[in-house]
């Protein structure tokens, strides 16, 4: 069965670097989306992405983060300088086409902000 | 805006027992419903999913939900559950008319523990 794919697994960066964070969503999929579970509170939302563009993004997205989708198969997330509060575990999920088709997800990236 | 209210942050239940997670929602208008279950160390599995037609809905793993309009609750519900099944669930909902660009707003998730 297709998987979306993260890497890497788990990450330690230093409070005040850049980190960027890799996903290879399903192939054939078209909606792209970064989520974010601090541990032990809900899933969050963090921003969709479409059409090689934003289409839409929460509060928590603001201009610290940034999405790209550098080559046609890669889908990342950078925080430009992270922070202790940064520290989560970063999900990303991808969907076929419309809103009533499930949303695939990956297995996640544990972000540990030292 | 949506919000999702999963009542019970933990729920023991011995081994061929049965299980209900409760989830209710709110939203001003028409809503898809979905169950998410996460394995310790994996990402969401998608177990089950409401969008229209029959309010009993059939997923993976032996588990079913039922969605309630007039109780805005979407409960999953398991006849006889197993150790395999220890894991945290989380109901999710998503605007019916937002499309696909939009994310899924999720409950805390309940951590379900089954005792032999």
């Known amino acids: 069965e297709p998987e979306v794919t993260q890497t890497p697994s788990h990450q330690v960066t230093q409070m005040g670097q850049e980190v960027i964070l890799r996903c290879v969503p399903i192939s054939n999929h078209l909606y792209f989306y970064w989520y974010r579970q601090i541990l032990g509170q809900k899933v969050e939302f963090l921003v969709s992405?479409?059409?090689?563009?934003?289409?839409?993004k929460s509060e928590i997205f603001d201009d610290q983060f940034s999405v790209e989708r550098p080559d046609g198969s890669n889908f990342t997330l950078k925080i430009r300088s992270t922070k202790l509060e940064d520290s989560a575990m970063y999900f990303c999920?991808?969907?076929?086409?419309?809103?009533?088709?499930?949303?695939?997800f990956g297995s996640g990236t544990r972000l540990t902000v030292v | 805006a949506q919000s999702v209210t999963q009542l019970d942050s933990q729920v023991p239940v011995f081994e061929e027992a049965p299980v209900e997670l409760r989830c209710n929602y709110s939203s001003s208008v028409s809503v898809y419903l979905f169950w998410y279950v996460q394995y310790p160390n994996q990402g969401l599995q998608l177990l089950l999913k409401?969008?229209?037609?029959?309010?009993l809905v059939k997923g993976i793993n032996g588990f079913e939900a039922e969605f309630n309009k007039s109780q805005t609750s979407f409960h999953l519900r398991k006849p006889s559950v197993h150790i395999s099944d220890t894991a945290e669930y989380f109901c999710?909902?998503?605007?019916?008319?937002?499309?696909?660009?939009?994310?899924?707003?999720f409950g805390k998730g309940t951590h379900l523990i089954i005792q032999p």
């Open positions: 409401y969008l229209s037609g029959s309010t």
């Open positions: 999710a909902v998503k605007r019916g008319t937002g499309g696909g660009a939009d994310g899924l707003t």
């Open positions: 999920a991808s969907n076929p086409q419309g809103e009533t088709d499930g949303y695939t």
């Open positions: 992405f479409y059409n090689n563009e934003i289409s839409e």
